[in-house]
C-alpha cells in the first residue's frame, strides 16, 4: 500500500468512527429515562377508581384493601379482573365466575374461572370480583390453574380478600356480595377461556 493510500485508509477510518459515535450514543439506553414498568403497571389511583365504581363501593374501603395487597406483594398490578361469580360450600364448595381481563396496552380479554375447595368454611355468595394481577406479562398468563394461598384470607374495609399463586402471578381476588364468605380452605381456581361445567 503507498503512502497516500494508507493516509487515504487512515482518513476513512477516522470518519468512520466520528460518524458512528453519535450513532452508538443515541443507541444506548439512558440510565436516568423513565422506567418501562410505569408505562407497563397501574397506578394505585387507577386500580381503586376502577374497583371503586365496579363493586359500588367507595374509594376509602377499596383504597385500604388496595393498599394492605400492595404491602404483600411490593409491586404494583400489571392487570385486574372485573367479573361477577358464585360459590357455595360446605365443607366442600364449588365457585365459577365471568370477567374481563385489562391489561395496559392490550384489548380487554374474556376469561372465566370455576374450581372446588375443601375446608372448614360453609355459606353461599354471589358476588362481584375485582381481582388485581401482579406480575402478569401477557394476556395468555392467565390461563392455568391458581392454588389459593393457605390462611391469606382476610378482611378490610368489609371487603373480602385471598391470594392465588402460580409460578410468579400473584392474583389477588377483592369480593363485595350478599353472603360474602371466606374461611380456612384449600382449593384452586382454573381460569379459561370457555366455561367449564366440571371444575375439575
Given at each position: 500500500?503507498?503512502?497516500?493510500?494508507?493516509?487515504?485508509?487512515?482518513?476513512?477510518?477516522?470518519?468512520?468512527?466520528?460518524?458512528?459515535?453519535?450513532?452508538?450514543?443515541?443507541?444506548?439506553?439512558?440510565?436516568?429515562?423513565?422506567?418501562?414498568?410505569?408505562?407497563?403497571?397501574?397506578?394505585?389511583?387507577?386500580?381503586?377508581?376502577?374497583?371503586?365504581?365496579?363493586?359500588?363501593?367507595t374509594?376509602?374501603?377499596?383504597?385500604?384493601?388496595?393498599?394492605?395487597?400492595?404491602?404483600?406483594?411490593?409491586?404494583?398490578?400489571?392487570?385486574?379482573?372485573?367479573?361477577?361469580?358464585?360459590?357455595?360450600?360446605?365443607?366442600?364448595?364449588?365457585?365459577?365466575?365471568?370477567?374481563?381481563?385489562?391489561?395496559?396496552?392490550?384489548?380487554?380479554?374474556?376469561?372465566?374461572?370455576?374450581?372446588?375447595?375443601?375446608?372448614?368454611?360453609?355459606?353461599?355468595n354471589?358476588?362481584?370480583?375485582?381481582?388485581?394481577?401482579?406480575?402478569?406479562?401477557?394476556?395468555?398468563?392467565?390461563?392455568?390453574?391458581?392454588?389459593?394461598?393457605?390462611?391469606?384470607?382476610?378482611?378490610?374495609?368489609?371487603?373480602g380478600?385471598?391470594?392465588?399463586?402460580?409460578?410468579?402471578?400473584?392474583?389477588?381476588?377483592?369480593?363485595?356480595?350478599?353472603?360474602?364468605?371466606?374461611?380456612?380452605?384449600?382449593?384452586?381456581?382454573?381460569?379459561?377461556?370457555?366455561?367449564?361445567?366440571?371444575?375439575f
Amino acid at each position: 500500500m503507498s503512502r497516500f493510500d494508507r493516509r487515504k485508509f487512515v482518513a476513512s477510518s477516522l470518519f468512520a468512527a466520528a460518524a458512528a459515535s453519535p450513532l452508538r450514543a443515541l443507541a444506548q439506553p439512558d440510565g436516568d429515562g423513565p422506567d418501562p414498568r410505569h408505562d407497563r403497571d397501574y397506578t394505585a389511583d387507577e386500580v381503586v377508581h376502577a374497583g371503586s365504581n365496579f363493586l359500588g363501593v367507595t374509594a376509602e374501603a377499596i383504597g385500604a384493601a388496595i393498599e394492605r395487597i400492595a404491602k404483600d406483594n411490593g409491586a404494583s398490578p400489571t392487570g385486574y379482573i372485573a367479573g361477577t361469580e358464585v360459590s357455595g360450600s360446605f365443607i366442600g364448595g364449588l365457585r365459577y365466575g365471568k370477567g374481563v381481563l385489562y391489561l395496559k396496552h392490550r384489548a380487554p380479554r374474556e376469561v372465566y374461572w370455576q374450581g372446588p375447595s375443601i375446608g372448614f368454611d360453609w355459606g353461599g355468595n354471589a358476588a362481584r370480583s375485582f381481582t388485581l394481577c401482579y406480575r402478569l406479562e401477557q394476556d395468555e398468563g392467565i390461563f392455568q390453574r391458581y392454588p389459593g394461598v393457605e390462611g391469606s384470607a382476610y378482611f378490610v374495609g368489609g371487603l373480602g380478600v385471598n391470594y392465588q399463586r402460580a409460578d410468579d402471578v400473584t392474583l389477588a381476588p377483592i369480593r363485595a356480595g350478599v353472603g360474602l364468605r371466606l374461611g380456612a380452605n384449600v382449593g384452586y381456581l382454573a381460569y379459561s377461556r370457555e366455561r367449564h361445567i366440571l371444575p375439575f
